[in-house]
Each structure stands twice: as structure tokens, then as C-alpha cells.
T-cell receptor
Framework: GAGVSQSPSNKVTEKGKDVELRCDPISGHTALYWYRQSLGQGLEFLIYFQGNSAPDKSGLPSDRFSAERTGGSVSTLTIQRTQQEDSAVYLC?????????????FGPGTRLLVL | KQEVTQIPAALSVPEGENLVLNCSFT??????LQWFRQDPGKGLTSLLL?????REQTSGRLNASLDKSSGRSTLYIAASQPGDSATYLC????????????FGAGTTVTVRA
């Protein structure tokens, strides 16, 4: 199992609840990315981690969204007080380096449905 | 802001026919372009990556061309098979320091047996 893994694969929650999405990148990959894919739309960049550098949070849509990466490996994306418009597939990717020359390898995603 | 468009949104062809998928981008100052495949309920699989200095890349039945000046890339899939049914996404990166990929919405392909 050398690929990027994400959990849970599906999450249904009620509006106003908090959710946590987990990503396990490929071992040795220093760069980690979170994207959101809404129905009928392209992937939207959310946040990027590279090693011990401060993350690039410029894609996070609101302050209800946050992410952390512990020990340079596993990452958790947290959405507080979920709204129906947060319903989407959340994809995590990792790559060997920050350079775009390094192809990004994607996990299967977490399908979030906010009722 | 980079806008990436993929046309058509959906495509259905009989098995054996060649596939032509189009991707256009508004800012020609790209660093590279990637084509991905996404299967239902699965993540993205990188198919081909073309550097801005390249004109095309080939892998098996897949060939991707890049015309940076006109802001276009085309993915050709020869002799399509039912297993090629998936959504194909293209994504561009702006420069060597820009890791944020800009994605198109994808073309959903159905190959009929």
C-alpha cells in the first residue's frame, strides 16, 4: 500500500457540526496538498504543506477551514460549523518535492455530505 | 487568474474509435501541464506531464500535445477500450515556484463495447 490514503472515504454530517478529514501521504513525500472538488467543477486548491515551512493557506475558503500536518507526515483537514456548500469531495495529494516537476499523487478522496 | 476549460464535458464513443480531448487555458505563461484520469470513487491518476518547453508526450496509446502560445493541449487516446471510460482532467502550473495546479472541470468519457 504505497499510495496516498484518506479517511473516512465517506462522511455525512449535519449542518453546524465539525468534521475532520485525514490524509496519509506516500512515505518520503515532503509536500502535501489538499484540494476540494465540487460537483461539476474543477479541483480547487485549499492548502499546501512543504516540510517544516509555514503552510500556504491561501486557498482556504473561510476561517472555518483549517489544516495541520503533524511530524511532517499525516495531515488533518478540519471544517468547523459545516455548511451545505461544504459538500464536496476533498482530495489529498503528495509529491516528492515542492517543485511542479514532481508529479502530485492523489488519494481516493473523502466524500463529504452536509445535510 | 488562470482559467482552464475542457471541452466537451462528456463524450461517448464506440470501442475502437480514437478519442480527442481538448484543454484550453487563458494564461499561456505556464510551467507545465498534466493530464489526469479520475475513476468514479477513486482519486486522480497522473497520465502525462508536459513541460512548457515540450510539444508532446507519449505513453502507450496516449499522446498529449501542447501549444503554449495558443493556450491549448490535446489528449489523444488511440483505439479506445471500455476500460478507458473515466473522467479526464487537465491541470496547469504557472511557474517553478507555483505548486498550485489550476484544474479544468474534466471530460467524462464513455467507451461503449
Amino acid at each position: 500500500g504505497a499510495g496516498v490514503s484518506q479517511s473516512p472515504s465517506n462522511k455525512v454530517t449535519e449542518k453546524g457540526k465539525d468534521v475532520e478529514l485525514r490524509c496519509d501521504p506516500i512515505s518520503g513525500h515532503t509536500a502535501l496538498y489538499w484540494y476540494r472538488q465540487s460537483l461539476g467543477q474543477g479541483l480547487e486548491f485549499l492548502i499546501y504543506f512543504q516540510g517544516n515551512s509555514a503552510p500556504d493557506k491561501s486557498g482556504l475558503p473561510s476561517d472555518r477551514f483549517s489544516a495541520e500536518r503533524t511530524g511532517g507526515s499525516v495531515s488533518t483537514l478540519t471544517i468547523q460549523r459545516t455548511q451545505q456548500e461544504d459538500s464536496a469531495v476533498y482530495l489529498c495529494a503528495s509529491s516528492l518535492s515542492a517543485s511542479p516537476l514532481g508529479a502530485q499523487y492523489f488519494g481516493p478522496g473523502t466524500r463529504l455530505l452536509v445535510l | 487568474k488562470q482559467e482552464v476549460t475542457q471541452i466537451p464535458a462528456a463524450l461517448s464513443v464506440p470501442e475502437g474509435e480514437n478519442l480527442v480531448l481538448n484543454c484550453s487555458f487563458t494564461d499561456s505563461a505556464i510551467y507545465n501541464l498534466q493530464w489526469f484520469r479520475q475513476d468514479p470513487g477513486k482519486g486522480l491518476t497522473s497520465l502525462l506531464l508536459i513541460q512548457s518547453s515540450q510539444r508532446e508526450q507519449t505513453s502507450g496509446r496516449l499522446n498529449a500535445s501542447l501549444d503554449k502560445s495558443s493556450g491549448r493541449s490535446t489528449l489523444y487516446i488511440a483505439a479506445s477500450q471500455p476500460g478507458d471510460s473515466a473522467t479526464y482532467l487537465c491541470a496547469v502550473s504557472r511557474n517553478p515556484n507555483d505548486y498550485k495546479l489550476s484544474f479544468g472541470a474534466g471530460t467524462t468519457v464513455t467507451v461503449r463495447a
